[in-house]
């Protein structure tokens, strides 16, 4: 057993003038006439501990190993701090390097650009920036559970393996062990049969089609996994394997939804404040100046909410000749939704109502066939954050809507029973994990809050 003392206990409640022994890597060390110091980080908490080492007793022979990245381990005294910025330190009595870096290490102390450090996945848990964000994420992923948990909702976990392109958008990552050098051919096609599942596989684009059945059994329930998806949008919002959390409810419509969701949103964003104050702090002095203004931005207020129409309306009458026109009957694009979210409400706002000619075929469709009850959440800065929508339960217009958009009925059968035998209202929403965590951290690249990005073209 390695008997030690985390970072966090030095700092936080070991009783003054306790000996210790702490392992950990050197963030950056520096030298004065009498004393040499070293801080030391081992992932126990954000902050790190100052070992300060006496030249008499520590000649520079015995220092010369413990710069910037080396494992180290040092014994001493917790003792009150002589310097600003932190209460307590260590006082070295032996130090000893586990792990030496050879000259080549990359990271010193000073800061480097993120595109350079997302050249390093396997080192960038050592920069402030990165031990703040993935432990942002950490607290993040926590308070998801929390949410759901205390409002009774089940966990459930569908296939990342599927037979179904849920968004029709045909971003899917096809799975197959066919050999792509000489596919087994049969009628002119690729003979599937002979494929592992005996049929076409894809990665889950979305967890929707598997959780509606099982909140039509259990209620409600949530889904947190990561998601595959095809789509060669090279921006700093996509990624091609991230995360998403999608809460299904039977007995609840748009409406409810969209309480929901804000009211998840909220949560995750008080999870967050509380349960990371330093790294916030931190990110908020290199990263995002106005990081802590995020916060208030989603807790203080009410979000706006506003159907498409009036999306629609809003661009032609105050972003006319400043962004480009938007004609009903068009998707937003990114530049429409950040004029929303960043100029006209400055705050979080729900567009609903979307027209159904461009949504996908499990939305509920209006009574006049119009639009589709669904709601997009659009943060400022971010985007899109939320997709949702009531779900059509009507099982005519379902099959007719699946139908006029092409889809292989057969394959979506097992979909189409839950509206064949005891059909209910019911709703849902997906929240892009990373997109709230780029809102949360001030992150300005999906690539900096994923620890190994996997994006367009790219699997460093
Ligand atoms: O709007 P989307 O496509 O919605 C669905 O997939 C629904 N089936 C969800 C549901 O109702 N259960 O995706 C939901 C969210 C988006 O709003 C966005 O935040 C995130 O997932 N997202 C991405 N995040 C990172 N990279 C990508 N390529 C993303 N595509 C979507
Ligand atoms: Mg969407």
């Not at 008499?56 to 220092?63: G, H, M, N, T």
């Not at 607290?139 to 029709?168: K, N, Q, W």
């Not at 419509?253 to 104050?277: Q, T």
Request: charged share 25%; hydrophobic share 40%; proline share 5%.
């Amino acid at each position: 057993m390695i008997a030690r003392t985390t970072v966090r206990d030095a700092l936080e409640s070991v009783q003054l003038g306790s000996e210790v022994t702490v392992y950990g890597w050197v963030r950056n060390n520096r030298t004065s006439s009498s004393v040499a110091f070293a801080s030391i980080n081992d992932g126990s908490c954000f902050a790190s501990l100052q070992a300060v080492f006496d030249r008499v007793s520590f000649p520079d022979a015995s220092l010369a190993g413990m710069t910037a990245g080396a494992c180290i381990r040092v014994a001493g005294r917790i003792v009150a701090s002589r310097g600003a910025g932190q209460e307590r330190e260590l006082q070295a009595s032996s130090a000893e390097v586990i792990g030496p870096v050879d000259g080549g290490y990359p990271l010193q102390p000073k800061r480097h650009s993120m595109e350079f450090l997302r050249s390093l996945p396997q080192l960038r848990a050592r920069t402030g920036t990165f031990n703040a964000v993935f432990r942002m994420r950490h607290r993040l992923a926590m308070s998801v559970h929390e949410f759901f948990d205390a409002r009774g909702f089940i966990y459930v976990h569908p296939p990342l393996l599927t037979s179904s392109d849920c968004e029709g958008a045909g971003e899917t990552f096809q799975v197959t062990t066919l050999p792509l050098g000489s596919v087994p051919v049969k009628d002119g096609g690729v003979d599937y049969e002979a494929d592992f599942f005996r049929r076409k596989a894809y990665l889950s684009v979305s967890a929707q089609l598997e959780a509606e059945p099982l909140a039509l059994g259990l209620g409600s329930v949530y889904t947190f996994g990561p998601i595959f998806r095809a789509d060669p949008s090279d921006t700093r919002v996509h990624a091609a394997e991230f995360w998403m959390i999608e809460p299904e409810m039977a007995f609840c419509d748009l409406d409810d939804d969209i309480a929901l969701a804000e009211a998840f949103v909220k949560s995750l964003a008080s999870g967050v404040r509380e349960g990371c104050p330093d790294e916030v702090a931190f990110l908020g002095e290199f990263v995002e100046p106005g990081l802590a203004d995020r916060y208030s931005t989603i807790l203080d207020k009410p979000f706006a909410r506003i159907p498409y129409d009036e999306a629609v309306a809003i661009v032609a009458r105050e972003g006319a000749g400043r962004i480009s026109s938007l004609a009903w009957g068009s998707a937003l694009v990114a530049e429409h939704e950040r004029f929303l979210a960043d100029e006209v409400f400055g705050r979080p706002v729900f567009v609903t109502d979307y027209p159904a000619s461009f949504k996908p075929f499990y939305m509920r469709l209006s009574d006049d066939g119009r639009t589709v009850a669904c709601t997009d959440l659009l943060m400022p800065g971010v985007g899109e954050l939320i997709g949702g929508s009531q779900r059509e339960e009507r099982l005519e217009v379902l099959m007719r809507r699946a139908s006029a958009q092409g889809l292989d009925m057969e394959t979506y059968q097992w979909y189409f029973d839950i509206r064949r035998w005891g059909t209910a209202p019911h709703s849902g929403f997906g929240l892009g994990f990373e997109r709230m965590l780029m809102y949360l951290t001030g992150m300005k690249n999906i690539r900096d809050v994923l620890p190994y990005p996997r994006t367009f073209g790219s699997m460093a």
